[in-house]
C-alpha cells in the first residue's frame, strides 16, 4: 500500500534551503519516492497561512517513507534546510486506503 509524505513549508533563505532541494531529489529516488506535488499554486482553505510551500511524495509504501526520512543521507540533508533557521517544515507520513 502506498504512502505520502504531506508537508508543509515556509522558507526563510532560499539561498540555504536551496543547498537541501539539490540533495533530495537523488535521496528520495533511492527510496522509491515520486514527487507529485512541490510548490505551485494554492488555496489555504483552514488553517494558519504561515505555510507558503506544499509537498506530496509518494513512496511504494509507509516503511519505505519512513526509511527514507530516517537515512544518513536525509538527515544530512536536512541540517542544510534547518541551519540558521532557514526554513520550518511540519512532514507527515500518511498510508492511503
Not at 46 to 60: A, L, N, S
Amino acid at each position: 500500500m502506498v504512502a505520502y509524505w504531506v508537508a508543509r513549508s515556509k522558507v526563510n533563505n532560499p539561498d540555504q534551503y536551496k543547498k537541501y532541494t539539490e540533495l533530495v531529489p537523488d535521496i528520495l529516488q533511492k527510496f522509491g519516492g515520486k514527487v507529485l506535488a512541490r510548490g505551485g499554486k494554492f488555496k489555504i482553505l483552514e488553517g494558519p497561512e504561515k505555510f507558503r510551500r506544499f509537498v506530496v511524495i509518494e513512496f511504494p509504501n509507509f516503511e519505505q517513507a519512513v526509511a527514507c526520512y530516517e537515512s544518513p543521507e536525509y538527515l544530512a540533508a536536512v541540517a542544510h534546510r534547518q541551519k540558521d533557521g532557514a526554513s520550518e517544515l511540519e512532514i507527515a507520513i500518511v498510508e492511503s486506503i
